[in-house]
Each structure stands twice: as structure tokens, then as C-alpha cells.
């Protein structure tokens, strides 16, 4: 499938890049809002902000967990306001609006739900959400349109560096080379991964041994540490991001790797290799 570029304007409204941005797509009538949670107050006078639309809260656990909680409402202005008070969690807000006066109740009602959807399957923030949205009915020619809205929001929501649609690996298809981990047999440590732009990926289900080699440095301990809770009786629940083939192999096998010998290709050439 052919990609075609985009282009986004971008608007800092305070002048400042630690201040309120817009974010536009060309030829889309939506438009999107970054509002750090200390200037909501600055955007009383803001007309757009007082339409429908939906908007996203984003925050950080102590652990460096980042956090989301996934909105609508048909005054955003008003709803920000009162998430001043009720939720203390966030630090930013993200709002998406139409130009146009098109969206209504039921629309910023299936917005929210696809959205939450979305985060949830892609699994890269907690969502803070304590009810699944309800899903309103739209018509067929409605939901075309409210699609196309999505896809832009999720292309400026990256844009404005927060990855919370879009999943480890991406849509694998069947052009993509995935590489292989075994050593020893498997016995310590197995698995599928593949490099991306954010570092390299080991898709879940790959095997884990179960004890430390005793050369194994800190940080390998750190990395089991760090993803102990997505494994389960030595096997990876979901896909995990490393920062380097070399980090993803140690995790597997408990000590020292260098992962751009020890990943290969079914046909047995080295990620090395394949990069060189």
C-alpha cells in the first residue's frame, strides 16, 4: 500500500513550546489542542473550547508508568475546568474539536469509546477510565466519517508525543522479517522480536529462563525486574519493548548477549547481517 506524506501546521499560541500548541492536518476539518494543566485557566477565551469534542489526560505514576484517561464532553472548557479539582493525576491535556460544528452527543459519545478502545489495545498507557464508554449508534455514513476522524486524530495525537494508539509492533505483516532467539536448545531462553524505530520488540509468548547466569551484570537484573509482572510461569505475556536487540536477548536468557549475532532470521542470517 503507497503512503503519502502529511502535512501538519502547527501553532504555538504562546509563543513558548512548554505552552499551549494547536495542531491542524491539511484538508481535515478537525483540529487538535495541547494544553499543559496549568494554563486551562488561560483558555476561557477560547471560542473552540467551549463545542463538543473529546480530550485525553495524560500523566505519570511514580514507576514512570504514563497514564491516560480517555474523555467527552459537549463543553470541553467546562469539563477541564472541573477535572482541575477531581482528578489530580495529570499534568497535559490533548482535545480534539471540529471546525465545523459537526460532532454532537452521539458522536463525541463513539469517539470516546473507539478511542478508549484503541488505548486499551495497544496497551502502552494505564488507562484511568473506571467504566468501559458506552458506544452510541450512529449511522453508516456517520460512522465513514467518524473512521476517517480517528484515523487523522491518532496521526496528530503521535505528532503531538504521546504513542498512546499505536502499538509496539505495528500492523506485522507479511513482507516484515522477524527474527529468532534460542539458546541452548531453547532451554535458556526463546523468542520472536523485531527491530523498530523505537528499539526492538519481543512479541509475547517468548520463553524466559528462569534463573540468572551468575556473570549476569546489574542491569540485567534491572530489565527482569523491571518486567517480572509480564511474565508468567517463565513465559512473556505481552509484547515488550527493549532498547536494543543485545537488552532483549539478555532478558531472555539471564546474562550477557550481543543481540545482533544471537537474533536471526529463520534462514539463519544475523540481524547483523541483515543491517550491514
Known sequence: MKKFGKNIKIFLIDGDVNGRW??????????????????????????????????FLFGMQEDDKPLVYVGESEVIYKRLLEHLSTKVYWNECIVFIS???????????YLEHRFYSLAKEANRYIIKNDTIPTKSNVSEAEEAELEEFIYNAKILMGTLGHKVFETLTGAIDQQQTLFYFQRKGGERGKGVGLPTSEGFVVLKGAYVAPELLESANQWVKDLRNKHKDKIKDNYTTEDILFSSPSAASAFLCGGSSNGLVEWKTREGITLKEMQG
Open 22 to 55: 494547536t495542531c491542524e492536518l491539511s484538508n481535515w476539518t478537525g483540529k487538535a489542542y495541547k494544553i499543559p494543566r496549568n494554563l486551562i485557566k488561560e483558555c476561557a477565551e477560547r471560542e473552540d473550547l467551549q463545542k463538543p469534542g473529546v480530550y
Open 99 to 109: 471546525k465545523d460544528e459537526y460532532l454532537n452527543k452521539a458522536h463525541i459519545k
